[in-house]
């Protein structure tokens, strides 16, 4: 055999993938959920209270500046200390009620197909704003504490 004969030599064609042989039904074509799923809306409400409670840490922890330099000035201390407390405790709730929500988006965007955007921002958001509040929190109660 010389060189030329290989060279000569004409290939088989390459079959087309999308001329296929076997017959394809509607079960076998997947397609990605699109418009606003369950998944995106459990990331939406994770989004907007992570970001939320993101500016109402930095509120609170201005408004901790505040309070604790200019003192309790015809503030019921004992009165203060339990709302702080119990507002504190509440808020704190309903941040990890957010990253609750954003884990749910995430899992149900895997489980339907659809994008976990939504769900992955949520959750980072409801951590951030989450720690933001809990530092603000402490703050809070630790200047209303020092008033008793």
Do not use: K
């Amino acid at each position: 055999m010389s060189d030329s004969d290989i060279r000569d030599r004409v290939r088989p064609a390459q079959p087309n993938p999308w001329d296929a042989d076997a017959e394809v039904g509607h079960s076998d074509i997947r397609t990605p959920n699109i418009g606003f799923t369950s998944a995106a809306q459990w990331g939406l409400a994770s989004l907007l209270i992570g970001c939320t409670l993101l500016i109402a840490g930095c509120v609170v922890l201005a408004f901790n500046v505040l309070l604790f330099r200019g003192g309790p000035a015809g503030i019921p201390a004992s009165l203060a200390f339990a709302g702080g407390l119990i507002g504190t405790m509440v808020v704190a709730a309903l941040g990890l009620a957010s990253l609750l929500f954003g884990a749910r988006s995430w899992q149900q965007a895997y489980g339907v197909g659809s994008s976990p955007a939504l769900g992955v921002a949520g959750v980072a958001a409801s951590f951030a704003g989450l720690v933001t509040w809990l530092i603000a929190a402490i703050d809070l109660i630790m200047i209303l504490y020092s008033f008793n």
